[in-house]
C-alpha cells in the first residue's frame, strides 16, 4: 500500500530533551516536506527536500533540522525542544511528475501529535 | 505560497444535499488543490485544479477557477456523513518548495 508513515504518533516530552520524528514513504517520491498545524495559524511549511542530500528551508524553520540521507526517508530533529514547538506534525510526499508533466499532489502521514512541557 | 480564505467557517447539512465551499486568493497562481482534514488526521488531497482549466470533476467533486475573481469553488454533490471533515484550499504559485499554506478551512458536518 502507497503511504507516508510517521512515528511517533504522540508524543509528550520535555523542554531540552532532543528528540527525532520519523518520516518514510514508499512511493519512490522525490520530494518531501514537513509542516506544522497550529490553531488558528494553519499549516505552515518548516523545511522541504528535492531530492536525496537536498534540504532547505520552509516559513518556520528555527528550532528543527532536517536530513535526507536516503529517498525514502526524511527525520524531523529537535535538537532542544521547546514549549511553542507543541504542535501537530505532519511530512507529506510528492512526486515531481506525472503522466501530464509536473504534479504537485502531495501525500501526507498520519501525522504526530507533539507535547513540549 | 500563499494562504487561501475559505468560506463559509462551517457547514452544516442533511445527507443526500450538495455542499459548497468557497476559496479566495490574492495573487495569481500556478494550480489551486483542494485537501480534506477528518477531525485531527491526516490530510488527504481531492483534487488539483490548474490556472488553465475552469472546471474539473472527481466523482462526487466538482471544482471550478475563476482566475479573473481569483476565486474557487468546491461542490460535493449527494453527501455522505463520512464526508463531515474540514477542508483547505490551497493556491499554489510556488512551483519550487511546494509550500502548502492552509488557513481556516471550512468544517463541514453532514447529518444523518
Known amino acids: 500500500e502507497a503511504q507516508v508513515t510517521q512515528n511517533p504518533r504522540y508524543l509528550i516530552t520535555v523542554t531540552g530533551k532532543k528528540l527525532t520524528v520519523t518520516c518514510s514513504q514508499n512511493?519512490?517520491?522525490?520530494?518531501m516536506s514537513w509542516y506544522r498545524q497550529d490553531p488558528g495559524l494553519g499549516l505552515r511549511q518548516i523545511y522541504y527536500?528535492?531530492?536525496?542530500?537536498?534540504?532547505d528551508k520552509g516559513d518556520v524553520p528555527e528550532g528543527y533540522k532536517v536530513s535526507r540521507k536516503e529517498k525514502r526517508n526524511f527525520p524531523l530533529i529537535l535538537e532542544s525542544p521547546s514549549p511553542n514547538q507543541t504542535s501537530l506534525y505532519f511530512c507529506?510526499?510528492?512526486?515531481?511528475f506525472g503522466a501530464g508533466g509536473n504534479t504537485y499532489e502531495q501525500y501526507f502521514g498520519p501525522g504526530t501529535r507533539l507535547t513540549v512541557t | 505560497s500563499q494562504q487561501g480564505e475559505e468560506d463559509p467557517q462551517a457547514l452544516s447539512i442533511q445527507e443526500g444535499e450538495n455542499a459548497t465551499m468557497n476559496c479566495s486568493y490574492k495573487?495569481?497562481?500556478?494550480?489551486l488543490q483542494w485537501y480534506r482534514q477528518n477531525s485531527g488526521r491526516g490530510l488527504v488531497h481531492l483534487i488539483l485544479?490548474?490556472?488553465?482549466?475552469r472546471e474539473k470533476h472527481s466523482g462526487r467533486l466538482r471544482v471550478t477557477l475563476d482566475t479573473s475573481k481569483k476565486s474557487s469553488s468546491l461542490l460535493i454533490t449527494a453527501s455522505r456523513a463520512a464526508d463531515t471533515a474540514s477542508y483547505f484550499c490551497?493556491?499554489?504559485?510556488?512551483?519550487?518548495?511546494?509550500?502548502?499554506?492552509f488557513g481556516s478551512g471550512t468544517r463541514l458536518q453532514v447529518q444523518p
Open positions: 527536500s528535492m531530492n536525496v542530500e537536498v534540504t
Open positions: 485544479i490548474r490556472s488553465n482549466e
Open positions: 495573487t495569481s497562481i500556478n494550480n
Open positions: 490551497a493556491p499554489s504559485t510556488d512551483t519550487g518548495r511546494r509550500a502548502l499554506t
Open positions: 507529506a510526499s510528492s512526486s515531481r
Open positions: 512511493m519512490n517520491h522525490e520530494y
